[in-house]
């Protein structure tokens, strides 16, 4: 009877350590690629390697309303992403398939959010 208690009692020891102990932050692999253009409006590349999941990013060489918006979206990651025009993840969006093609020109943004 005692080795049997013992055996419950080391379980729910190792459980409750492994619920306590916080895993990996999630995080899509690859990268999600795009442009925007620098003080002398040149279009420069940009690139979020392994961004967070579930995380609000606002793309920072565009996060000033001023500036003009970044453009030409990769999503070459192994996430969903959804692309907003507005900063913190405001207004219009678009959705880019994990490993996808690039994106047009056309298709301008400021915020990201990376989901499965």
Known sequence: MRLRTAVVTAAAGSLTL???VPGPAAAASGDFAYRFRGPDGHPQPAVLHDPPSGECLTLPEVADPAAPPAFAPWNNTDEWATVFQGPQ??????????HGRPA???LELRSVVFWH
């Not at 993840?89 to 994990?98: A, K, S, V």
């Open 18 to 20: 492994l619920l306590a």
């Open 89 to 98: 993840c405001t207004g219009d969006t678009w959705d880019l398939r994990p």
């Open 104 to 106: 047009t020109d056309r």
